[in-house]
């Protein structure tokens, strides 16, 4: 029997079909883990940084405590109508000044334009209807962000509650948001009515100003941030490193390029000493490295081959586990995390069937005959 290994080795880049989903190998834990350590204050569906400071001030405003559900209602309905005046006030900039909406490098729609938009265009807005049918979800896009805001201390983090945390939302990002939950209160709203709210109500706003500042200050820290707990202060740097390392890998290249092309490149196939002077940064890219190999947990993996010629059948082995040499990406010694469920969801992309010694996952596949 002849056996081949190649390995142990990065895994190629794949070309994934478009539904194949974000998670296509089993390895959500461990990207979502990946992220909690290196942007803790940022996840997949944080696409606007102005939503902090919106359910911030929304729970502020009368917030939603432990034992009382009506409360809590009152608090979700708030969200979900400011949300969707702010939906409308970005879409509504777009539509009169696309080029300064935009800024050169585009903005995504805001959440719920899909079913936001098509209103705009049939008289005054029904705040009510609408709050009701641009999500699914209880408090709207209030999922997506908790996790994020509570790490941040903007939002208390005991369940079933939408209270503020222990940072204060400051004034520069608080003021110009109060139009927005007072228009949020009406039934229904003219569109002059929410004409008067731009362009501070729009959601590109946070690119200059005293806004934008707070919520920079918020998100990475600094001399002029808002005072926080030690875990908080912790998120935030850590989120600065790796928002320096980002700056880094973007620097000089064309505006439609991807970021997790450009990480990549910086992080996993550069070397460390010309991606940043400062050891504490360099370590941080050691850290990306694993992160940045696709988005996924990094792997080193060894397949084994065995051809059997009485069998007319090929056995698959994958071993995986920590890499005890040098990194093939990074060229350093340094311990990756063990794969766990990813190597085993890898696996089952190739129906696995018993295990190999060594931690390994063994499958008979069919032997391909000639071309």
């Given at each position: 029997?002849?056996?081949?290994?190649?390995?142990?080795?990065?895994?190629?880049?794949?070309?994934?079909?478009?539904?194949?989903?974000?998670?296509?190998?089993?390895?959500?834990?461990?990207?979502?883990?990946?992220?909690?350590?290196?942007?803790?204050?940022?996840?997949?569906?944080?696409?606007?940084?102005?939503?902090?400071?919106?359910?911030?001030?929304?729970?502020?405003?009368?917030?939603?405590?432990?034992?009382?559900?009506?409360?809590?209602?009152?608090?979700?309905?708030?969200?979900?109508?400011?949300?969707?005046?702010?939906?409308?006030?970005?879409?509504?900039?777009?539509?009169?000044?696309?080029?300064?909406?935009?800024?050169?490098?585009?903005?995504?729609?805001?959440?719920?334009?899909?079913?936001?938009?098509?209103?705009?265009?049939?008289?005054?807005?029904?705040?009510?209807?609408?709050?009701?049918?641009?999500?699914?979800?209880?408090?709207?896009?209030?999922?997506?962000?908790?996790?994020?805001?509570?790490?941040?201390?903007?939002?208390?983090?005991?369940?079933?509650?939408?209270?503020?945390?222990?940072?204060?939302?400051?004034?520069?990002?608080?003021?110009?948001?109060?139009?927005?939950?007072?228009?949020?209160?009406?039934?229904?709203?003219?569109?002059?009515?929410?004409?008067?709210?731009?362009?501070?109500?729009c959601i590109c706003a946070v690119r200059g100003g005293a806004d934008g500042a707070v919520l920079r200050s918020l998100l990475f820290g600094g001399p002029a941030a808002s005072p926080a707990p030690a875990a908080v202060r912790q998120a935030r740097a850590r989120t600065m490193r790796s928002a320096r390392l980002l700056l880094r890998a973007m620097e000089g290249q064309p505006v439609d390029v991807l970021p997790d092309q450009v990480m990549e490149t910086v992080c996993c196939f550069s070397v460390l000493d010309s991606v940043a002077a400062q050891e504490e940064q360099r370590t941080w890219a050691l850290y990306w490295c694993p992160a940045a190999q696709r988005k996924r947990h990094c792997m080193a993996v060894a397949v084994v081959v065995a051809d059997r010629p009485a069998t007319g059948s090929a056995a698959l082995v994958i071993r995986s586990g920590r890499h005890p040499g040098r990194c093939a990406c990074c060229r350093s010694r340094f311990r990756h995390p063990r794969p766990g469920r990813a190597a085993r969801g890898f696996a089952g992309a190739v129906r696995a069937g018993g295990r190999a010694p060594g931690r390994g996952i063994s499958s008979a596949l069919p032997r391909r005959g000639p071309e």
């Open positions: 029997m002849a056996l081949t290994q190649t390995g142990p080795a990065w895994t190629a880049t794949g070309k994934s079909p478009v539904d194949a989903g974000r998670f296509p190998l089993g390895v959500e834990a461990a990207t979502l883990s990946n992220a909690a350590r290196l942007v803790p204050g940022i996840n997949s569906g944080t696409a606007h940084a102005r939503y902090y400071a919106l359910h911030a001030l929304a729970a502020a405003h009368d917030p939603g405590r432990p034992g009382d559900p009506g409360s809590l209602d009152r608090a979700r309905e708030r969200v979900r109508r400011a949300e969707v005046v702010m939906a409308t006030v970005s879409l509504r900039h777009e539509e009169l000044a696309g080029t300064e909406h935009h800024g050169g490098i585009g903005f995504r729609d805001p959440h719920g334009a899909r079913v936001i938009r098509p209103a705009m265009g049939h008289g005054p807005l029904d705040i009510a209807d609408l709050a009701e049918r641009y999500s699914r979800q209880a408090g709207g896009f209030l999922a997506i962000y908790r996790g994020a805001e509570i790490t941040l201390g903007l939002l208390d983090g005991a369940a079933g509650t939408l209270a503020p945390g222990p940072v204060t939302l400051p004034q520069a990002a608080a003021g110009p948001l109060e139009a927005m939950l007072t228009t949020a209160a009406h039934s229904q709203v003219q569109l002059a009515e929410l004409d008067a709210l731009l362009p501070d109500g």
